[in-house]
C-alpha cells in the first residue's frame, strides 16, 4: 500500500486514509482478489461495454456491492441494498440505495457504457438525493467509471472500474464497502481531511510568513543601497521560487530533496577549513540558474523551466542574505510534502493572503519613504482582479465555457460516440497506452 501517496484524490488527504489500511489490509486484498477476478477480465468487460442499462443494473450492483463490497441485496433478509427506490416526496425513482437502520444512506443512479460523461448524471442523482433527507452519498456509474460524492457535487472520487490497481480499489474500499457506509466512515474521513487540511494550512502559512519576514528584514539589513519596496517585493519572488522547487521536488518535476542536498553539501564544504567560505545563497542562485537554463548532472538532469520565474534577475543576483535566515527557515519548509498534504487550495490560501499583505505593506512603505506618493483608494489587486479563485467557481466556469466548447466540437467529430481507453504498459506499469472503441 505504499503507492497511496501517488494516487490523486479530492475527498480525502492521503494521510487520513493511510491510517485506515493497517487495519483492513487482510479484508481489502480478499475483496481486490474477488475484484480482478471479475471486473478486470477482458471478456466481461467487453459484455460489459456492450450491455445495456436494463440488462446490467441489478449485475452490477450484485457483482460489485454484494459480492466484493459486502452488501445484502433485496429479497434477501436483513437486506441493506434495493433497486428502483421510490423518492421520499414522489413516485420518483433511484436505479438503486443504501438502506442503513431503515433510512436511504446513499442513492445509485446508473446509465449504461453509451453515457460517456458521468458529469451529466449529476443532476439527476442529486435531484434523487434531496429528495430523501437522511441521504449523505451519492454514487453514479456507466458500470466501467464510478463516481462517488459526499454531500455536493464539488469534490469527487472517480474510479474506472476496469482497471484499479490495489492502491485504487483500496480508496474504493474505504469509500464504498458496506462496513464503512453504516459507520459512516467516508463522511468521517472527509472531515478529518478538511479539519487536517486547515491545521496544515494554518501551520505552513505561519512558517512560510515567518521566513518571508526574517527574509524581507535581513534583506534591508544588508542590503541598504536598496529601496525597501524594491526589497519586498523581490522577498516575495525569492519565496514563489522557493515555493516552485519544494512542489517540483515532491511531485517527481526535479530530484528529491534538492533543498535538502544543497545545505548539507554547503554544510559539509564549509566544514573543511582548506575550502574559501561560500554563501549559502550563492548555492541556491545557481540552482535556479539550472532551473531557467537546463543541467546536465552525472547522475541526474534538470529541466529548463525558463517560465519567467526563475530567469535572470540582476538585483536579486547582488543581494546578500545571511546563510543561518535561509537555512533555518527553508529546513522548516522542506518537512512539509508538497506532493499529498499541500495541495492547490491551500496554496491558493497562501497566495490569496499574500496579495493582501503585498497590498498593505506596500502602501505603508511607499507613505514612510516618501508622504507626496498617494495611496490609490482602489487598490492594484481589486483594480486589475487579482484574485485567488477557489476551485468550485474555476471548475464552474470551466466547464460551461471551454467544456461547453470542446462538448459541441466533439458533436462534429467522429469521436463523439468513441471512448478511449487507457491500458497497463506490461514492461512498464507506470507508461499507459490508449486504444479506441
Known amino acids: 500500500m505504499s503507492m497511496i501517496n501517488q494516487l490523486n484524490m479530492s475527498l480525502f488527504q492521503h494521510i487520513i486514509i493511510k491510517k485506515q ?12 482478489v474477488l475484484y480482478a477476478a471479475y471486473f478486470l477480465n477482458p471478456d466481461i468487460q467487453e459484455n460489459i461495454r456492450n450491455s445495456k442499462e436494463e440488462q ?45 437502520q431503515g433510512e436511504v444512506k446513499g442513492i445509485i443512479e446508473l446509465k449504461d457504457h453509451k453515457t460517456t460523461d458521468l458529469k451529466q448524471v449529476e443532476a439527476q442523482a442529486f435531484w ?7 441521504t449523505s452519498y451519492v454514487i453514479i456509474s456507466n458500470f466501467e467509471k464510478l463516481r462517488f460524492y459526499i454531500e455536493n457535487t464539488i ?24 462496513e464503512n457506509i453504516a459507520k459512516d466512515l467516508p463522511k468521517q474521513l472527509k472531515n478529518e481531511s478538511t479539519n487536517n487540511e486547515d491545521q496544515i494550512t494554518k501551520k505552513l502559512y505561519k512558517d512560510y510568513s515567518t521566513f518571508k519576514q526574517s527574509l524581507f528584514n535581513n534583506m534591508v539589513e544588508k542590503n541598504p543601497q536598496f529601496d525597501k519596496l524594491e526589497l519586498f517585493r523581490k522577498t516575495q519572488k525569492l519565496l514563489d521560487r522557493f515555493l516552485f522547487v519544494f512542489f517540483a521536488e515532491d511531485k517527481g518535476l526535479l530530484p528529491p530533496n534538492s533543498m ?29 540558474k539550472y532551473m531557467n537554463e537546463g543541467h546536465k548532472g552525472k547522475t541526474e538532469d534538470i529541466f529548463d523551466y525558463n517560465g519567467g520565474l526563475f ?6 543576483e547582488e543581494l546578500v542574505i545571511d546563510d543561518d535566515v535561509l537555512k533555518e527557515n527553508i529546513l522548516k519548509l522542506v ?46 489587486r481589486k483594480k486589475d482582479g487579482i484574485f485567488y479563485t477557489p476551485r468550485y467557481i474555476t471548475t464552474y466556469i470551466v466547464e460551461n465555457t471551454l467544456g461547453k466548447l470542446c462538448s459541441d466540437k466533439k458533436q462534429n467529430l467522429p469521436l463523439m460516440n468513441r471512448n478511449i481507453f487507457p491500458t497497463k504498459n506490461v514492461q512498464n506499469p507506470k507508461q499507459r497506452n490508449y486504444r479506441i472503441n
Open 260 to 288: 535538502n542536498r544543497i545545505i548539507n553539501q554547503w554544510d559539509k564544504r564549509n566544514e573543511d577549513s582548506l575550502n574559501e567560505y561560500q554563501p549559502l545563497y550563492s548555492r541556491f542562485k545557481l540552482y535556479f
Open 311 to 316: 530567469k535572470t534577475d540582476s538585483l536579486l
Open 335 to 380: 518537512v512539509y510534502d508538497f506532493d499529498t498534504e499541500i495541495d492547490v487550495t491551500i496554496l491558493g490560501h497562501i497566495f490569496e493572503n499574500s496579495l493582501s499583505e503585498i497590498e498593505s505593506i506596500g502602501a505603508t512603505l511607499a507613505v514612510t519613504q516618501n508622504a507626496d506618493i498617494p495611496v490609490a483608494t482602489v487598490s492594484k
Open 128 to 134: 434523487y438525493k434531496n429528495n430523501n433527507r437522511k
Open 56 to 100: 446490467f443494473q441489478e449485475g452490477f450492483l450484485r457483482e460489485l456491492f454484494v459480492k466484493i463490497l459486502g452488501y445484502t441485496l433485496n429479497p434477501e433478509p436483513n437486506y441493506n441494498l434495493i433497486t428502483e427506490k421510490k423518492n421520499e416526496t414522489n413516485s420518483k425513482k433511484a436505479d438503486g440505495a443504501i438502506i442503513i
Open 155 to 178: 469534490d469527487f472520487e472517480e474510479f474506472n472500474l476496469f482497471m484499479l490497481t490495489v492502491e485504487e480499489f483500496t480508496v474504493l474500499w474505504i469509500c464504498l464497502a458496506y
Open 21 to 32: 489500511i493497517a487495519s483492513h489490509a487482510e479484508k481489502i486484498q480478499q475483496a481486490y
